[in-house]
């Protein structure tokens, strides 16, 4: 069983959908949970950081932790064409290998105009 | 303008070379990553280093070697005792102290066995 699990995809919705993506993970010890937006041929580029449990919210963007059922997920509200990419979460925990994250598989998004 | 640069984007390499990718950062941070991604896969970590003159080796070091001689540089070389080198190879920097878990990488280099 992998540390991290993503489901690959691909997901396609309409423009203006709200679009979740999960991960789950069997680590308890994961503390800081990381969302990373990939273009094709692209590094990833980091979208939301959030530390233990909760809800982060970033314009259309909200991340959800939930560490009692080790789950995580990113919503995109009023999605859109340029949303358009490969979502990757990524954790980490206090002391783990320099800060190494442990990456899902990555999710494929496509938003049909 | 701050970032991470990696060179060249694409390498196509015959079997049996070693060829060596760039990677440069002006973040000054001080810690400095490589990763591996194939189609379908998450990123792998291939070595990492936190400081100047030392250097970890990752989940998937072996075939892969690294230095870091300057805190702006970190050059990864992959050998010819790479088995399946070809792939997407991801440079990544984090500052340390709060907030180090998050990574910050470049454009990445496309590296093709022919």
């Known amino acids: 069983q992998k540390e991290v699990e993503q489901d690959p995809g691909p997901l396609s919705v309409p423009e203006g959908a709200i679009v979740s993506l999960n991960c789950t993970y069997s680590n308890s010890a994961f503390q800081y949970f990381m969302w990373y937006r990939q273009y094709s041929r692209k590094g990833p580029e980091l979208l939301m950081y959030t530390y233990s449990s909760g809800n982060k919210e970033d314009g259309r963007f909200t991340a959800q932790v939930d560490k009692s059922s080790k789950y995580i997920s990113l919503f995109i509200r009023d999605s859109q064409p340029s949303d358009s990419a490969t979502y990757l979460c990524?954790?980490?925990?206090?002391?783990?290998?320099?800060?190494?994250?442990?990456f899902g598989q990555g999710t494929e998004l496509s938003v049909k105009p | 303008d701050g970032g991470i640069t990696q060179s060249p984007k694409y390498l196509f390499r015959k079997e049996g070379q070693n060829v060596t990718l760039s990677c440069e950062q002006n973040l000054n941070h001080d810690a400095m990553y490589w990763y591996r991604q194939d189609p379908g896969q998450g990123l792998r970590l291939i070595y990492y280093?936190?400081?100047?003159?030392?250097?970890q080796k990752g989940d998937i070091a072996e075939g892969y070697s690294v230095s870091r001689e300057k805190k702006e540089s970190f050059p990864l070389t992959v050998t010819s005792a790479q088995k399946n080198p070809t792939a997407f190879y991801l440079c990544a920097s984090s500052p340390t102290g709060t907030g180090s878990y998050t990574q910050y990488f470049g454009p990445g280099t496309r590296l093709t066995v022919l």
């Open positions: 280093s936190q400081i100047v003159n030392d250097f």
């Open positions: 990524a954790m980490s925990f206090f002391g783990n290998q320099g800060g190494k994250l442990i």
